[in-house]
């Protein structure tokens, strides 16, 4: 029998879903911390340059191969070689998607239960500089069974709306969680830049001191870049693979890029002004959200509002990024073994909010790696997908664009349905290769400092 390959409804349902795929807690959570541990500006601007010069040719590469296949990553790559051999790139984005939705789940979880504090007041009388916040934060973080609580109802969440389809689950709610995430993110930006003291954020952010930017810097934005766009899990070539045949990949792949880096710039606009205008440290860390940022929201006129607000904002980013990874693994499924998505999504999602327990339990103590040193599972989980099967994910996709499908195939893809008659092959072939040499570098210098510290 014949399946039916589902698409979007609407090019502005695909790119709110694709931008809704990319904007996470990459954007909102962790781009802000990047952000204040390696100088803020200049860490900004090799950010931005990364993002064209490696994020746009992988993505619009995945994009080509989804739409001209019209299959998962697995099927792809399989298609477009002509043999077997490419499809275990597929499969490693497909597994990548797995694992990162077992501990993503985990921080989503979070998000839902600072979202409920917000709401009850909990944060009122918290003030800058207190240890109340972080107390209540490593309290939170060490229960062992809440947090996992919190975490499979955010799986749940991804569920649900997985299981109703393209149209009627991510599109549909792409179409109303996107639009809100913009609206809350821009009152956040309003308010941050009204408060006294704010323009130090604003200088922070966007006047470059290059002295402050070191080695560890530049390779911490280039991976970001590269990690923020979902590239490298098969994302995208799965969203690309709902695509009609005239549908305008260049222009949808630059509006999803200028998306992504709005709202990453919007959130640090938002973070930093509170921040500097509170004279709060701006290179906190990963606790910058979840532990200083509460103890400002009282500080603010309508704070409490603010901080709804905020967290809310913060849950819909990683639902909307969430999302899209696990689709990655039920249309495996779906594509490859003739599934219904209804019992793939189920059985899949419970698998990985089943791992995803084991990740939150190994942050309060339950950690089944415990014999093996201090990593804990969920620290293993993170550090295999993110640092190391994402960005061999994209080298070797940028890859299989030069070597094995050929530039000239994937221009004719990418310029069907735009007014483009023709692009030099020379030029997008220094892109792709490019892009690849610097995830390259991205990976090796993650490995190099594995294995210098074997030796210190």
């Not at 918290?126 to 934060?137: H, I, K, L, N, Q």
């Not at 947090?147 to 991804?158: D, I, K, R, S, V």
């Not at 991510?170 to 323009?199: A, F, N, Q, Y």
């Amino acid at each position: 029998m014949t399946r039916t390959r589902e698409h979007w409804g609407s090019r502005i349902g695909f790119i709110l879903a694709a931008a809704g795929s990319a904007v996470g807690l990459g954007n909102i959570w962790k781009y802000p911390y990047m952000a204040g541990q390696h100088g803020g500006a200049a860490f900004t601007l090799i950010y931005l340059i990364c993002i064209f010069v490696v994020g746009l040719p992988i993505l619009l590469a995945e994009f080509a191969m989804g739409r001209r296949t019209q299959l998962n990553p697995v099927g792809a790559f399989r298609t477009l070689s002509g043999n077997k051999t490419w499809k275990w790139v597929g499969f490693l984005g497909v597994s990548a998607a797995f694992i990162i939705l077992s501990f993503y789940s985990v921080i989503g979880g979070w998000t839902i239960k600072y979202t409920f504090l917000a709401l009850l007041g909990a944060f009122g009388d918290f003030t800058p500089g207190s240890d109340v916040s972080a107390r209540m934060y490593d309290a939170f973080i060490n229960k062992p069974f809440e947090p996992a609580l919190w975490h499979l109802l955010f799986m749940a969440l991804c569920i649900l709306i997985i299981a109703r389809g393209v149209k009627s689950g991510i599109e549909r709610w792409s179409k109303i969680l996107m639009p809100l995430l913009l609206v809350i993110l821009v009152v956040l930006v309003i308010r941050g830049i009204t408060l006294e003291g704010s323009m130090e954020g604003i200088r922070f952010l966007f006047q470059p001191k290059w002295g402050d930017l070191g080695a560890s810097g530049v390779v911490a934005a280039l991976g970001h870049a590269f990690f923020t766009i979902s590239l490298g899990m098969g994302a995208m070539i799965t969203y690309g693979s709902y695509l009609q045949p005239d549908s305008d990949l260049l222009k949808s792949g630059l509006a999803i890029i200028l998306l992504d880096t709005a709202i990453a710039l919007l959130a640090g606009i938002a973070i930093f002004t509170a921040v500097f205008a509170f004279g709060e440290n701006p290179a906190e860390g990963e606790g910058l959200i979840f532990v200083v940022l509460p103890t400002l929201f009282p500080q603010i006129p309508g704070g409490s509002i603010f901080g709804i607000l905020f967290f809310f904002l913060l849950f819909v980013a990683a639902l909307t990024s969430a999302v899209s990874i696990l689709e990655v693994v039920t249309a495996y499924f779906i594509d490859e073994k003739g599934w219904n998505r209804s019992r793939t999504t189920f059985l899949f999602g419970g698998i990985i909010a089943s791992i995803g327990v084991l990740a939150s339990l190994s942050l309060s103590g339950y950690n089944i790696l415990s014999p093996l040193g201090d990593l804990t599972f969920f620290g293993l989980l993170d550090t295999v997908s993110y640092k190391y099967m994402l960005p061999v994910g994209g080298f070797l996709t940028a890859v299989f664009v030069v070597v094995r499908w050929g530039v000239p195939q994937f221009i004719e893809e990418l310029i069907s349905g735009t007014s483009l008659s023709r692009a030099p092959v020379p030029v997008v072939t220094t892109f792709f290769v490019v892009a690849g040499l610097v995830v390259a570098y991205i990976l090796l210098s993650e490995v190099w400092v594995v294995v210098k510290s074997w030796f210190v």
